[in-house]
T-cell receptor, first 111, second 116 residues
């Protein structure tokens, strides 16, 4: 069945470090891919998305590229800030508006 | 634009008691979802409504969980009787149904349930 696998956390980085959070998916067909973020005490919110192969989603300095050949959608940011500390969820939607989430990766950024 | 509203934010009950959670989606959003998020895990879909009809409830434990969306707007999720393993955050989300929509979900802040 369809699934999303993302790297386990927590990930701990110093401020201004480079961030990569890996995400791979299995799907029948061609899903839309998403990264959602959950800040402490808040609900999930969409960070970025990509709807077809080679699309790059970007927002708030974060980027992810839809790679059909490797079934991946890795999240990157060139210079993280303390305020980026949160839990990041990779997700896919294969139509019918059914979204499947990965387990989440917690990021801690130290000043 | 008002976001997805959920209540209560926190609830503590004893096992075998009952509890109900309420959700009001973003105005005009036809699709409403209830997710269960256990600590350390990603959200798991419990039930999906399109207007007031159920689209998917395959992962809803129907012996103890029930949900309704009678007028196609707000929704209630009930657990009766609760078990210890039901301790989780219950997330409500909504999305618009329109041509070209990629299925972005808008979440409420969640209702945290602790079963003792």
């Amino acid at each position: 069945g369809n699934s999303v696998t993302q790297m386990e956390g927590p990930v701990t980085l110093s401020e201004e470090a480079f961030l990569t959070i890996n995400c791979t998916y299995t799907a029948t067909g061609y899903p839309s891919l998403f990264w959602y973020v959950q800040y402490p005490g808040e609900g999930l919110q969409l960070l970025l998305k990509a709807t077809k192969a080679d699309d790059k989603g970007s927002n708030k300095g974060f980027e992810a590229t839809y790679r059909k050949e490797t079934t991946s959608f890795h999240l990157e940011k060139g210079s993280v800030q303390v305020s980026d500390s949160a839990v990041y969820f990779c997700a896919q939607n294969t139509g019918g508006f059914k979204t499947i989430f990965g387990a989440g990766t917690r990021l801690f950024v130290k000043a | 634009e008002a976001g997805v509203a959920q209540s209560p934010r926190y609830k503590i009950i004893e096992k075998r008691q009952s509890v109900a959670f309420w959700c009001n989606p973003i105005s005009g959003h036809a699709t409403l979802y209830w997710y269960q998020q256990i600590l350390g895990q990603g959200p798991k879909l419990l039930i999906q409504f399109q207007n007031n009809g159920v689209v998917d409830d395959s992962q809803l434990p129907k012996d103890r969980f029930s949900a309704e969306r009678l007028k196609g707007v707000d929704s209630t999720l009930k657990i009766q009787p609760a078990k210890l393993e039901d301790s989780a955050v219950y997330l409500c989300a909504s999305s618009a149904v329109q041509v070209g929509n990629t299925g972005e979900l808008f979440f409420g802040e969640g209702s945290r349930l602790t079963v003792l």
